[in-house]
């Protein structure tokens, strides 16, 4: 353990070393999996989310209560589909975690000039991972590793990716704190060209405000909790403006009433260049499933994010 620990902060200090102004694809790797995380605008760096913390930071894994297994489908704009499928097994402070995350657009027109095309072709990604972390009581630490597969129309290229994350609870809980680097790897030529894999790094903070209990039905206690993430790209993103390229830091602001552990209301709201600000959700909980439904409109006007979710607990 103590060599994961050194090796951790050494792979941290590289890691801003090798930053650097490329232009990314690959981008379902920037989006939470699961709408737990997409309702508050994926302010989840420092709230364990089960497996879906693989693509978060794999550090918040042993946070949970339980062990659980997540299914969730995400439909995008551009009639594009996100996919996924984990589970998080917790043995003490050790937590071991497996995840199939995949995106497919359909209704591209291959053509090689002007006239009829030649027919339709599809993008489609897939990422395969596994992730460790340990919780040392005073910090957990977590590393996750991802196979990643690419096609394009007849071409298709395969690589790897790593993300990396530390966390921290306090005040029996009610704090969290964690941070996290993810997507450092790459991917093999496709038809001579390399995608750039997003990498980010994240820093995030998770409160539980308060917990207030109507005086008239004390069986319907409230919990007010409160999170944010700092986000830097550590490579330039497409910006929303055509033809031009950013990678500029962003903040993720997230709020969620839980209602006696029964009911979730959440909402999050995003800065900077981004076209989905604000996001909403909806989670029913029973003692052995929670289900999950988050809204996100573009404000570009082409459409809403519309994400389901369920998660076993045993």
Not at 187 to 205: Q, S, V
Not at 214 to 237: A, G, H, M
Request: aromatic letters at 14%.
């Amino acid at each position: 353990m103590r060599l994961f620990i050194i090796l951790f902060f050494l792979f941290l200090h590289s890691v801003f070393a090798y930053a650097q102004s490329t232009r990314t694809g690959f981008s379902m790797l920037e989006s939470a999996p699961t709408p737990a995380a997409l309702s508050i605008n994926e302010a989840s760096t420092a709230i364990p989310m089960g497996s879906a913390s693989i693509y978060l930071n794999p550090a918040t894994l042993p946070f949970d209560n339980s062990s659980s297994l997540d299914v969730s489908y995400s439909s995008w704009i551009d009639d594009s589909n996100y996919l996924f499928g984990g589970a998080n097994f917790i043995n003490g402070k050790r937590a071991f975690s497996i995840g199939v995350y995949n995106s497919k657009i359909d209704g591209f027109e291959q053509r090689n000039g002007p006239g009829n095309s030649n027919g339709e072709f599809s993008i489609s990604y897939l990422s395969l991972s596994g992730a460790l972390a340990y919780d040392f009581d005073f910090i957990s630490l977590g590393i996750a590793g991802q196979y990643l597969n690419e096609e394009n129309a007849q071409f298709q290229a395969s690589g790897y990716a790593f993300n990396f994350g530390a966390a921290s609870e306090f005040f029996d809980d009610k704090l969290r704190a964690g941070i996290s680097i993810l997507n450092i790897g790459k991917l093999n030529n496709l038809n001579n060209l390399r995608t750039e894999l997003p990498e980010i790094f994240r820093a995030g903070l998770a409160v539980d405000v308060f917990e207030f209990t109507p005086p008239k039905n004390s069986d319907l206690p409230i919990l007010f909790s409160l999170s944010t993430d700092f986000v830097q790209p550590l490579n330039d993103r497409e910006s929303i403006q055509p033809g031009e390229v950013e990678n500029n830091a962003y903040f993720n602001f997230g709020t969620i009433f839980n209602i006696a552990e029964v009911l979730e209301l959440s909402a999050g709201y995003k800065t900077g260049d981004t076209a989905k600000p604000v996001s909403f959700g909806i989670g029913v909980i029973t003692d052995l499933l929670k289900v999950n439904y988050a809204l996100i409109p573009f404000k570009t006007g082409f459409g809403t994010l519309h994400s389901i979710g369920i998660q076993y607990k045993f």
